[in-house]
């Protein structure tokens, strides 16, 4: 994200809707520190949640003030794809544990690093995980933490990341062929940019995935319910059409509550999770 300009857009925006400082904070919710840091371009990579607030306060669409593109959405219904015996029309694939080796290698090598357990440094990355999957907590901020708490000096998690994470065995050709035969989609909590990393890397298939649900990039993480109910309307389906690959049992049963097919993914025996998810998309 280039905050300057995001902070030129924010500013433009209140500007035309007439406000000042003080009176957007006050319609926003937020304090009159954050939203001049924010104008000033001084907080990198401000939460989702934050620009939204202040997209209502404006009447502008986040997405101008993101200066992205809404999704378009082509309900899977009308492209020329298959359907499952058991009615599934859309695929959507984990990636952290299903695409990719969990990365559990990068806290044994931070932990040598610092030299300290690996339950401590897995104790602090899980207590901020998921903030900076759902984009409240900046990714320079997460790596801060790392560098105070166990004395490293220029830490950056995605390097560590990117590292030791590798494609699961046979993987690709699943993925593959889904794409062929069904509108498929990835669903994942990552952080900012990870995914994009993945996918520029090789280290997932490039594919032309027709959804892509980031949690940092939506603002929510499996198994949240807001999560769920992004991917549901981008996939442009009946929940009952939609088949989720995922190699966390509580991911699963948030899905299986919105009447989505599950698939558990066990990453210690791929190969026999592959095969299960051809036969669950059998046609």
Known sequence: MNEEALARRLQTARKKAGLT???LCQKAGLSYSTLAKIERGAIKSPSVFTVAA??????????????VKPPQVVPAAVQSKKR???????????VN??????FHRAFSQIAEEAGIGSDMVETLFWRHNDAVCRGELPLDDFNALFQRELGLKDFDWKEYYMVSVDPMPHVAELVSWVGEHYNFGLLTNSMPGFVKELLSSGKIPNLPY???VDSSEVGSVKPEPGIYEIAQERAGVEPNEILLID???TNLMAADRFG?????FDDFRPEESLERARRALAF
């Open 21 to 23: 400082q003080q009176e």
């Open 97 to 102: 544990g299903v695409l990719v080796r969990f």
């Open 247 to 249: 190699d966390g049992r």
């Open 54 to 67: 202040i997209a209502a306060a404006t009447g502008v669409p986040i997405e101008e003030l993101l200066d």
């Open 84 to 94: 499952s015996l058991n009615g599934v029309s859309f695929v959507y694939i984990d």
């Open 210 to 212: 027709s959804v892509i």
């Open 260 to 264: 989505w097919h599950v698939l558990w």
